[in-house]
């Protein structure tokens, strides 16, 4: 690796490569005309087919829910790398990150097991929706499908057409033993190296050396400037998050709303994830929401009740908003921070 390859890959000690990958079983199955013994001509006045549900929709909700949760823990403590769909989260919150990891991973862990437990409870709730479903169906067949004669037992003929339905809904549920190998919820963890471009092994295409370094140099201009958009990128996101919370809650001091412990502790939140995502070195905010804190945020003082208390807070939320928007600051800092990389 060159010296400046390793000049370029010195950001992965400030933080890592996260990627949250899950997979589900659907719960459901796409009913076609044959599913119901239907022409598709027929279909639309018969009933209407599409995604089913074969397992109640809550149960699937449930892992949902919880990839959900694990995905925006990870949204919420990183910041989008420019390869990819990847995230990457800084050191100082990785650990974190991972130990919730861990307990969704658990979580939706246990959700397999219940639906393993309690599959055929499951498909039994199910039961009636389709038995419903297969007498709509034969209700409302069109007059073609119609065949008279003295002797047609009617009561049969809809047992029978219920019956093979519900023998080919059986047919879509897979074992329940096959059910765990259909989920899960991990994540990969890794960061980015450069390619060895020089070595080719003899099977492959033989690029003349010049070639080959034109390559390894485009490679590496591209991650320079993705890099370097890359850091410009976590810099202006923290500060435009920044401002954003300060206008909001100076307005409402202005607007004359209520400052309750809901609002002080959206403050706190913050000041903390900003501390965790400040990878990049943004003292003079770090700095400026620490000292917000301490003025106003661990005193035993009651905002709501003091009104100078209030304008003061509203006083020093504007200031630090003001300072945020200041563009050649965060060119300060981005520039800091690639010479404390040595880039």
């Known amino acids: 690796m060159s010296d400046r390859d390793d000049r370029l890959l010195k950001i992965f000690r400030d933080g890592t490569l996260v990627d949250v990958d899950v997979s589900c079983w659907t719960g459901a199955k796409m009913l076609t005309p044959e599913d119901l013994g239907l022409n598709a001509d027929d279909v639309a006045s018969a009933y209407k087919l599409g995604k089913k549900m074969l397992v109640p929709d809550e149960v699937i909700a449930r892992f949902r829910k919880t990839e959900h949760q694990a995905r925006f823990l990870v949204e919420s403590n990183s910041f989008p790398f420019r390869f990819g769909s990847s995230r990457f989260v800084p050191r100082r919150k990785f650990a974190e990150v991972q130990a919730r990891l861990k307990d969704y991973q658990t979580e939706y862990n246990g959700l397999v097991e219940d639906l393993i437990t309690n599959y055929d409870k499951y498909r039994e709730q199910m039961v009636p929706v389709y038995k419903e479903a297969a007498e709509t169906a034969w209700i409302n067949r069109t007059p073609e499908q119609e065949t008279f004669g003295i002797d047609r037992d009617i009561e049969a003929e809809k047992k029978a057409f219920v019956d093979q339905f519900m023998t080919r ?32 092994d003899g099977d492959q295409v033989v690029l003349d050396e010049t070639e080959r370094q034109a390559l390894a140099e485009d490679y590496q201009n591209q991650m320079h400037d993705k890099i370097q958009s890359f850091v410009d990128d976590v810099v202006r996101t923290l500060r435009t998050e920044t401002i954003q919370l300060c206008t909001r809650v100076a307005n409402s001091i202005v607007s004359g709303k209520v400052i309750n412990q809901r609002t002080l502790g959206s403050l706190r939140s913050f000041i903390d994830r900003f501390e965790g995502l400040n990878f990049v070195g943004d003292s003079q905010i770090e700095q400026a929401l620490n000292k917000l804190r301490t003025d106003f945020l661990d005193s035993p003082n009651d905002l709501a009740e003091n009104e100078d208390l209030k304008g003061q807070l509203k006083d020093r939320l504007q200031e630090i908003s003001k300072v945020a928007e200041n563009i050649t600051d965060v060119n300060s800092v981005t520039g800091q921070y690639k010479r404390k990389i040595s880039w």
């Open 169 to 200: 809904i059986a047919g879509f549920y897979p074992k329940a033993e096959s059910l765990r190998a259909k989920f899960s919820l991990t994540w990969n963890v890794y960061n980015i190296a450069m390619p060895e471009l020089s070595n080719v």
